[in-house]
């Protein structure tokens, strides 16, 4: 069973970064693509960024293209999400998934493997 911990979220001013990680056990890193999702209070959770299983292709909801980087270490089992010019609208619990294709991500399809999540609150 795959097993994802999330970390890295914080208070940040709005213009400001954070850098979230997501630790993988369970599951071949390697062979598994790695997605952000988040939901903010009131909303759906949505898709926010995914990395294909071989770090060639990436995705991005529009709301975060050209502000967010979405990577992966595969020697450490970790992907990463950077995200610049943090805006008030970016505040939300995000999580990681994990599924053999990001563009299914993108899609909404997702596995059962889901972590608690870590807030990001930006203040305008």
């Known amino acids: 069973q795959v097993h994802v911990v999330e970390s890295g979220g914080g208070l940040v001013q709005a213009g400001g970064s954070l850098s979230l990680s997501c630790a993988v056990s369970g599951r071949r890193f390697s062979e598994i693509a790695v997605g952000w999702f988040r939901q903010a209070p009131g909303k759906e959770r949505e898709f926010v960024a995914g990395i294909s299983v071989s770090g060639n292709f990436t995705y991005y909801s529009d709301p975060v293209k050209g502000r967010f980087t979405i990577s992966r270490d595969n020697a450490k089992n970790m992907g990463h999400l950077q995200m610049s010019s943090l805006k008030s609208e970016d505040t939300a619990v995000y999580y990681c998934?994990?599924?053999?294709?990001?563009?299914?991500?993108?899609?909404?399809?997702?596995?059962?493997?889901w972590g608690q999540g870590t807030q990001v609150t930006v203040s305008s």
């Open positions: 998934n994990v599924h053999r294709s990001a563009a299914a991500m993108r899609s909404g399809y997702v596995s059962a493997s």
